[in-house]
Every structure is written in C-alpha cells, then in structure tokens.
C-alpha cells in the first residue's frame, strides 16, 4: 500500500511551471529518489508534499488521507518529516535543543502548566529529554549535544538535521539532497545510514539526490525531473539506461 | 541539582530584597525614584525582549501596550470625587465614575486589557515579517494615542490624568520584576520557550518541526503586552501623572536600548541593561541643563541626554551587536563550575 502519493500536482511560480504534473507513489517501507538536473524542481515537489506551497493543481495523499494544502506543521504533526537542501539547523541553540524542540508537538500541555511545573508537565520534558538523549546516541552525536549546532562540522551537521526531523516521530521521511558536499566515502557511509534509520524507525524514506550514482545503491525506484516534466521512472538499472535520462544529464554536465 | 538550584535561588531573593531594603531607607527620595523606576524598565525590557529577543519578530507597540496599562488602571484607582474634578471638559462615562479599587486587581486588569488588545491586534500585523511588523506596530502604537486623546469622556483626553496614587514603591516596583524575572526564566526554558527560540532561529525549520508559528507567535505577543501593560501602570502610579504625550515612540526607543545594551535574547542582560541604563539616563540629566565648569558654564541643551543615547544606540549596534550578555543567562550551574568553587571543594 502507498504510505505517500502524488496525483498531478503542478506547481507554478507566475510564468514559472516549476513542477508539472508530478505523480508518484511511496510504498510502505521502501527507498525512492527523486533526481534530475539543478533546477529541475525537485525541492519544489518536497515542498508541495510539505506544505509550504499549495500546489496549483493536483492532490497529495497520505495514508489515503487528502492532505493537499495542509499547513506544514500539521502535515509534521500527521507523520511526515523533511530536512533542507541548504542545512536549516536552529543555529545559536544546542545539538540537544535541536532535537527537543522538535519532539515539542508532541507535548501535550499549555505554556501556564509549563511555567508553574505541573507534574504532568515535568514528566512529559523528562520523557522528551530521555527520547532525545537516547537519539542522538543512535546517530552517534552524544558527545556533542552541549555544542551550539552551527559550530559542528558539516557531516554532523547533516546528521542532526536527519536526527531532528527523526524526532517528530515521522512515518514518513523527505530528505533533500543528504549527501550534497560530501565526498563519494562519506556519501555511502550516509547511505547504509539511511537505511539503517529506515529499519530501526519503521520508515518509508523519499529523497532527493542530484548524484545519480549516489541514489542508485539505495533506492528501489527513482524519479527523474528536468525542467519540472517526469521525464522517467523506474528501477535504477531502467533509469541508467534510459536514453531521455542520459540526455538530461549528460546535457548538464 | 534542581533542588539545590531552588535553594540558592530563593536565598537569592530574600538578600536582593534585603539590600532594597537597605538601599530604600538610606536612599534620598530622588535616589528611590531612580531604583523604583530602575525595577519598572526591567518589566518593560523583559516584555520587549519576549518578543523582540526571543521570539525575533521585530515589534516597536510597547508605548502603546504600556498607554493601555497606565490609563486602566488611573482609571480603577482614582477615587470618584478625584475623578469627577479632573474631568471638567466632559464628565467621565457614568459606569466609569464611581469604581475605585485597590492596587493589585487594577494592576492585573491593566496587563489584562492591554494583553486582549494585543492579541486583537496580533492576528492581522503577526502575518507581517521583520521591517513590516515594525512598523505596523509603531503605527498601531501611535493609534493608540490618537484613540486616547480622543476619548474625551473616559481618558480625559490630551488633559490627561493628574494625582494618580502614588502606589509604586520600591516594592511593588521590584516585586513586579522578580515575578516578572522568575517567569520568564521558567518560560524560555520551558519546551514553549524552546519553540520560540526555534521561531527566533528559523521559521521555515520551526514550522517544519511542527511548531505553529501563528499560535507561538501570538502566545509570545500577548504576554508581551501583558507585561507592557503591567509596566505602563506601575510608570503611571510613580509619576503621579499620564498623558498621551507621554507614551510616544521615544518611550519604546528607550527601552529598545536597554534590551539591545543587554543583549537581544538574554533575561540576565534586560535586567543588568535595565538598572545601568535607566541610572544613566538620570545620571545624563545633568546635560540637559547648564552645566558649571567654575571656571566656565556650558549651556545645556533640552534633549541633549537622547542626542547622547542615540549615539550610544549606534555604536552598540555597530560594534557590540551581541550586548553585555549576548544570548547567555546567568545560572548557578555556571557559578557552582566557576574556578572560585571547584579550588574550594578541592581543598575540603
Ligand atoms: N518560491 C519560488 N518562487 C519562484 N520561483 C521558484 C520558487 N521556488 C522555486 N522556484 C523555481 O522553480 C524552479 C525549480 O527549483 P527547485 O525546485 O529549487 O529545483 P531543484 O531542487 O530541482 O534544483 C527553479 O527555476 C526555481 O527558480
Ligand atoms: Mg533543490
């Protein structure tokens, strides 16, 4: 059964089709790209499933659930969870903060009970603390969770941002190029990563790559877009071969 | 740990509150005036750095929110024959006339009705960002004192309000504040204090993290006007006199300074900004007169203290941005781990 799907959606910026017609399908449990040249519209099509654009036309599905033109808390709240192309850490706030402010929509209280420390209260934030302390051992950041997140390294950096996005208990995971600036060693320790989170957290995981050798290890089925158009899909031995694919990219680069 | 944080915490109060006590009673009444409204500013920085420092949604309405305040409760308090004499122009609206109460209920209806008009008017100007927001809530502000000075028959117009009970002493002014410190300490470290911060740090991770910007936003602005409200009635019940020409933009400018000389998100540098630089600016008082050299006399020059501040306003922003504290709080954590009490236990 299809946990995510897309039907048609089309995103336009006034004169600007970013993405046309998109239409995918996310089984339960499974690995799928989405790749195409630099501008191709990728980020946009997250950004419509996310809610951060109501699509122009066309629905998104989740669960069977129409959740086209949710607000982008509340599709977070329902299950599914992103990170950014370009990091989007809480920057001055700590490795630790990182992740407990996104284990806040979970909590169930009001700002009045948290200033006065009902009892209710304190368990839920020793409960959001523990969760998050025993996260970010998992993704092996515990060393660092005192630091203030812009001073990590990049890696780590990335890692957090998937360990955030982990922390709003997520059915669903979008990952916006994971791998961009690492080199193809770190790129692959990223990806048995990936699916090590997959596994653990129960997750269906769609991401974005723009290098194709990157998705092709992990994903059972790809995505291909350029200039918003779904000029492909299918399995990566299919999406290696395609003639259109080869053309998009080898026009590029 | 937490216990002993409390410990150290109420001790805390009860010496600060001892040296007030101290400071109260060899203090001239110049000097308590100084150190009543010394308390008040702390108020009014904290309201403002709730929303400007923590929240980071730049609004400039405190002078409004602390207009709505001080009027409500002069209003509340001024006994009815007081009232009845002040308003010779128009008699003061019948269900207005004859209510007098005491201190306390005046002050929480103040932060009240100042908090409600805030959350009216954060639903349409919270959808603005930075420079926008800004200056709808200057404006809004201004709207404020063009509404007061029109209500003739309930705020007694530009004549304004003369022989408010003179209430704020050193301890309604300073107890105000330590409640106003303790909860907001409370709050920014709560996980509702964490999703501000996130809101500060970036909205577009924040809404992603499943945090509503709309009801965060809202919540902050509210409690901001609150407490402007609360400061803007203790203000009124230490000068003994409002009126609508006191709550221009310069009020807000005055304790934007604070927030900023403290650092733009930090408790602890709103209430050290707030005693230094409401000080000077009595302190500075003295450039607004002539001042005598022996020797010479240098003319002095009305407004020249704000001259002074602006400048002081400048270079801050450009060269010490981050303010005494930057974002850092002070915590006892932090003074238990100091070199001063590690040696000690080493050697015990
Ligand atoms: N908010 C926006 N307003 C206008 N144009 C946009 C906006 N977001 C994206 N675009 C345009 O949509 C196209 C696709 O961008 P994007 O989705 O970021 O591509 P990709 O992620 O595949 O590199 C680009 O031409 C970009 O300029
Ligand atoms: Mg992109």
Not at chain 1, 176 to 204: C, H, T, V, W, Y
Not at chain 2, 198 to 210: H, K, L, T, Y
Request: hydrophobic share 50%; proline share 3%.
């Amino acid at each position: 059964m299809a946990i995510l799907k897309t039907e048609n959606i089309t995103m336009k910026f006034g004169g600007i089709t970013a993405v046309s017609d998109f239409t995918m399908e996310l089984e339960k449990n499974k690995i799928i790209g989405l790749i195409g040249p630099n501008g191709a519209g990728k980020t946009t099509a997250f950004n419509v499933i996310t809610g951060v654009y109501k699509p122009t036309s066309g629905h998104i599905f989740y669960n069977k659930e129409n959740i086209t033109g949710i607000k982008p808390h509340n599709i977070t709240k329902l299950g599914i969870a992103r990170t950014f192309q370009n990091i989007r850490l809480f920057k001055e706030l700590s490795v630790l903060e990182n992740v407990l402010i996104a284990n806040h929509l979970r909590l169930k209280s009001n700002p009045f009970s948290a200033v006065v420390n009902t009892p209710n209260y304190v368990r839920q934030e020793k409960h959001m603390i523990e969760k998050s302390l025993a996260l970010l051992e998992e993704v092996d950041l515990i060393d660092v969770k005192d630091e203030k997140s812009f001073s990590l390294p990049y890696g780590y950096q990335r890692r957090l941002e998937i360990a955030r996005a982990l922390a709003t208990e997520p059915k669903v995971l979008l990952l916006d190029e994971p791998a961009a600036g690492m080199n193809p060693q770190e790129s692959n320790q990223l990806m048995e990563f990936i699916i090590k989170i997959r596994d653990k957290f129960d997750l269906s995981i769609f991401m974005i790559e723009h290098h194709m050798q990157v998705v092709m290890g992990v994903c059972e089925k790809i995505y291909v877009l350029d200039h918003g158009i779904t000029i492909a899909q299918g399995t990566p031995h299919e999406i290696q071969n395609n003639p259109r694919v080869i053309e998009a990219y080898l026009g590029v680069e | 740990m937490k216990k002993k944080k409390i410990i150290l915490s109420l001790i805390a109060i009860i010496l600060f509150f001892s040296l007030l006590f101290i400071l109260n009673s060899v203090f001239n009444s110049h000097q308590t005036r100084i150190l009543r409204l010394c308390g008040i500013y702390v108020v009014l920085a904290l309201s403002l750095n709730l929303i400007n420092g923590f929240t980071g949604q730049f609004s400039l309405g405190t002078a409004g929110f602390m207009a709505i305040g001080a009027y409500t409760s002069a209003i509340l308090t001024m006994p009815p024959a007081q009232k009845a004499s002040a308003y010779y122009l128009e008699p003061i609206v019948p269900w207005l006339a004859d209510i007098e109460m005491s201190f306390l209920p005046a002050l929480i209806i103040a932060g009240l009705i100042s908090a409600l008009i805030g959350f009216i008017v954060a639903a349409p100007v919270l959808r603005l960002r930075d420079d926008y927001l800004a200056i709808a809530t200057l404006g809004f502000s201004e709207i404020i004192r063009v509404v007061i000075t029109n209500l003739q028959n309930i705020t007694n117009g530009s004549l304004g309000l003369k022989g408010l009970p003179n209430y704020t002493n050193v301890w309604w002014s300073w107890g105000v504040a330590v409640v106003c410190i303790i909860f907001m300490a409370l709050l920014i470290n709560s996980s509702y204090g964490r999703a501000l911060k996130a809101i500060r740090e970036d909205e577009i991770a924040a809404e992603a993290m499943g945090i509503n910007l709309f009801r965060n936003k809202l919540f902050a602005f509210t409690v901001s006007s609150f407490m402007a409200g609360v400061g803007g009635a203790l203000l009124g019940h230490l000068m003994g006199t409002i009126d609508p020409l006191m709550f221009r933009f310069t009020l807000t400018y005055n304790i934007l300074l604070i927030v900023v000389v403290g650092g733009i998100g930090s408790i602890t540098g709103s209430v050290i900004s707030g005693v230094i630089v409401t000080v000077a600016m009595e302190a500075l008082r003295i450039v607004d007169g002539n001042i005598d050299l022996g020797f010479m006399v240098i003319k002095g020059i009305p407004g020249m203290r704000m001259v002074i501040f602006s400048i002081l306003l400048m270079v801050i922003i450009l060269f010490f941005r981050r303010g005494i504290m930057g974002t850092n709080e002070f915590s006892w954590k932090w003074i238990l781990e100091s070199k001063l009490f590690k040696k000690r236990k080493e050697v015990a």
